[in-house]
């Protein structure tokens, strides 16, 4: 990271400011804590969870400061503040068994949170995500997917069986009672209001695509999984059908390059891969290309500026140690035992994977372009706040399956 602030600044002045490196020397600090109060609390956590979030939050920090470096202070402010979370989670949910009994109140929560911005919310950029509170924006969706996650893990730990028995059949397929499938039809229409409501195509898709993992985890019935997929894939075809702002977000992802909408509907797209491609393998070097072009580069498109600047090489270091965090966090599932552990690591991954790939996948025109932040690296409090809360619980759920599986009991009961 400190090498990355010294070739930004030499990029920039061609000297460099010995008082910004106050910034990434503060962050390495910040992490250095964290790294102690785990080795306190839970030492047998998961050894590469809390690097990997330090490696994609000095990334983010290091292009932000590239980008806008008006806003690499308050972005260290708010890994601060994150950091705070992310230690009052360790010390005061180690029994994380407690926020099951919650579920219900969790999941009312959640669900408010999200209809606050549908009638509060401030339109940004097209979308109603935010809600203003004073000089202050916060986006209730970060909190909100993760209260969700919890109530789905409580809630799926207790039905899982009842879910995964099949009484009846429908056209030839075994499926369970139709009174099963009412929390998927909630979540179908919930994913569709987002979408009608916000103007929200990622977050609608982020959403019922963390339903649908958790579903499949807890009940390995692939029908549910197809059933989900049709209704979404009907939803948002109903929704591009009656709603100009779905039509527009589809038709500049079909033809970024149109003359007709290349300066105005599809500009940010077409932008994001002028500067991917200009980036080849090995990208222009920090501070030496023109990221700048695209709008918003430092929330939703903060992975066009490192395609550009760092190469396909930067940005494949991105995508694999986003892929290793998940991996890692499939491993914490699996080392648990108890349904609602497994299930609630299931959920915490499938936000990272789901949010990663949405935004990423949505810069690069592999799928529609979404609103939503690239995880520990897009600029913002909110996402951060969220992530970390996140990476703390996974952390615990870690260090939890560390100390109760069967090989742990074997090595603990040895001389």
Request: net charge positive; hydrophobic share 55%; glycine share 8%.
């Amino acid at each position: 990271m400190m090498v990355g602030f010294v070739s930004v600044q030499l990029a920039r002045t061609g000297t460099v400011d010995y008082l910004s490196l106050a910034y990434p020397a503060a962050a390495a600090i910040v992490f250095l804590a964290l790294h102690v109060v785990m080795r306190i609390f839970v030492p047998r956590a998961d050894g590469l969870l809390l690097p990997l979030a330090a490696g994609l939050t000095f990334m983010g920090l290091v292009m932000i400061e590239r980008l806008e470096a008006s806003l690499a202070l308050e972005q260290l402010l708010w890994i601060t503040v994150a950091a705070a979370a992310f230690v009052l989670v360790i010390a005061f949910l180690r029994r994380y068994e407690v926020l099951a009994q919650y579920k219900y109140t969790l999941g009312v929560l959640a669900l408010l949170l999200l209809a606050s911005t549908m009638v509060l919310g401030q339109e940004v950029n097209g979308a109603r995500l935010w809600l203003k509170l004073g000089t202050m924006s916060f986006q209730p969706a970060e909190l909100a997917k993760v209260l969700l996650v919890i109530f789905l893990a409580a809630f799926f730990a207790e039905k899982h069986e009842v879910l995964s028995i099949s009484t009846h059949r429908f056209l030839g397929i075994p499926v369970p009672e139709l009174k099963y499938f009412v929390p998927l039809l909630a979540m179908w229409g919930v994913s569709v209001l987002m979408m009608i409501f916000q103007k929200d195509l990622g977050s609608s898709l982020l959403f019922f695509g963390i339903f649908i993992c958790m579903v499949f985890a807890a009940t390995a019935r692939k029908t549910y999984v197809l059933v989900g997929m049709a209704l979404f894939v009907l939803g948002a075809f109903l929704c591009y059908l009656s709603f100009a702002h779905v039509r527009m977000r589809v038709e500049s992802w079909l033809t970024p390059f149109n003359p007709a909408t290349v300066e105005g509907s599809s500009y940010q797209i077409s932008q994001s891969l002028f500067a991917l491609g200009s980036g080849g393998i090995s990208g222009s070097g920090l501070g030496l290309g023109y990221p700048k072009f695209i709008p918003s580069v430092t929330t939703d498109f903060i992975f066009s500026a490192v395609g550009e600047e760092l190469g396909l090489l930067g940005a494949a270091a991105l995508v694999f140690m986003f892929a290793l965090l998940v991996a890692r966090g499939i491993k914490v599932a699996l080392l648990h035992r108890d349904d609602f552990g497994k299930l609630l690591a299931v959920g915490l991954v499938s936000i990272i994977a789901l949010q990663s790939f949405i935004i990423m996948g949505g810069v690069t025109r592999l799928i529609p372009l979404t609103g939503i932040t690239l995880p520990f690296v897009s600029y913002g409090g909110s996402s951060l706040l969220a992530n970390f809360i996140l990476l703390g619980l996974l952390v615990v759920l870690s260090h939890r399956g560390a100390t109760t599986n069967v090989q742990s009991i074997r090595q603990g009961a040895r001389p």
